[in-house]
């Protein structure tokens, strides 16, 4: 039977997170998981969609992708996750059998739509009276409970911690993937990560796994960048107080093999290009604002002779079936850091104090943990 459940709606730009009120979630169907939500991350991204951009879904909505929970029930087609399971879900949609999913490309998938419910069928969350509500890139973590797609979800240990697991869904993913699967930082490697906050931290984390022998975070909040010498970060730059370009290229002896912008500006994309070294690319994560372009006036040399290369990142290039896992258990055995990622633990009652502090900078990850 459908439940009734506490979750806390998005309800158009501009109108940041409602307290939690009640809303009727369905059961699970087909090769849907019912995830009794444990904890539930705020994800910069989910603030950029409420503040500048209505593209994506429609309002109202629940937002929240950063999911961690045990499952409570499944769909008669599921098959690999069972009730009791820990699991961790990503707003990575797959189909599992497309072209790119076949290739090894899964955050490329072509058919993300068969990982919600089809036009004719039921919601899965609904307004009390009956009215639909959008469930945010079929995740909708900011709720009591989640129903998801089982290609959503991932299988972990059942040693990591409730919090750190739901990071790692979006942050670690995005973050160390990008370093791991999307960059491949080799051992020896100099990197540059403009941006640290949970992406960033990430970043650097997945850059010290692959042995890069200098990593400089660059950012505008002293005690961010001291924070991320936890992550592993070698060398950092604070870009109020002087030109990130230029130091960088003095630190390296003529630029970095790897630049990360985990922002999603204009001035700071460019920041990752010029501080490129012979052979060296620049990757884009940050998600920018919807009107926003981005002008490289970029030499041909810089294609040819320089050998520049400068690429989008999307979800780390993540195997979600795969990955997360084994983030898991690099946080649990301590090769990633994901304990302090993690600034403080609220109720679901909590989200638009806890956006509004990280955007002063004053936390890197608030985390629900409290869905009373």
């Known amino acids: 039977m459908p439940q009734t459940i506490k979750a806390s709606i998005a309800y158009g730009i501009g109108k940041g997170f409602a307290q939690p009120e009640d809303i009727v979630i369905d059961d699970p169907i087909k090769s849907e998981v019912l995830v009794d939500v444990k904890a539930s991350g705020l994800c910069h991204s989910d603030l950029h969609l409420v503040e500048d951009d209505d593209k994506f879904f429609p309002f109202p909505a629940v937002i929240g992708h950063e999911i961690s929970g045990i499952v409570e029930a499944v769909g008669p087609e599921v098959n690999g996750i069972k009730v009791g399971d820990r699991v961790v879900a990503s707003l990575e949609k797959v189909c599992g059998h497309c072209a790119n999913c076949l290739k090894g490309q899964p955050q490329s998938c072509t058919q993300q739509k068969e990982c919600v419910r089809a036009e004719g069928e039921p919601p899965r969350l609904s307004f009390p009276d009956g009215r639909p509500l959008t469930q945010a890139f079929g995740t909708g973590g900011f709720a009591e409970k989640a129903l998801i797609h089982e290609n959503q979800l991932a299988v972990v240990n059942d040693q990591v911690d409730w919090a750190e697991a739901a990071c790692i869904g979006c942050a670690t993913i995005t973050g160390a993937g990008a370093a791991i699967n999307t960059a491949h930082v080799r051992p020896g490697d100099t990197v540059a990560v403009i941006g640290t906050g949970g992406i960033g931290l990430n970043i650097i984390s997945g850059a010290r796994i692959c042995g890069a022998k200098k990593i400089i ?44 912008e985990a922002i999603g500006m204009e001035m700071t994309m460019k920041q990752a290009w010029d501080m490129l070294a012979v052979g060296g690319t620049a990757y884009p994560i940050g998600l920018a604002k919807p009107d926003a372009t981005i002008s490289l006036e970029i030499n041909p040399a810089d294609l040819l002779v320089h050998q520049r290369g400068f690429k989008g990142v999307w979800m780390g290039s993540t195997n979600i079936k795969h990955d997360i896992p084994m983030y898991a258990d690099f946080a649990v055995d301590g090769r990633l850091n994901m304990h302090d990622i993690i600034t403080q633990r609220i109720k679901l009652s909590q989200i638009d104090e806890a956006y509004e502090q990280l955007v002063k900078g004053e936390v890197i990850r608030s985390v629900i943990t409290d869905f009373s």
């Open 217 to 260: 975070a660059i950012d505008v909040f002293d005690n961010k960048l001291e924070f991320a010498k936890k992550f592993g970060a070698t060398d950092v730059i604070n870009s109020k107080n002087e030109d990130p370009v230029a130091k960088v290229r003095e630190l390296t002896n003529g630029g970095v093999d790897k630049a990360f």
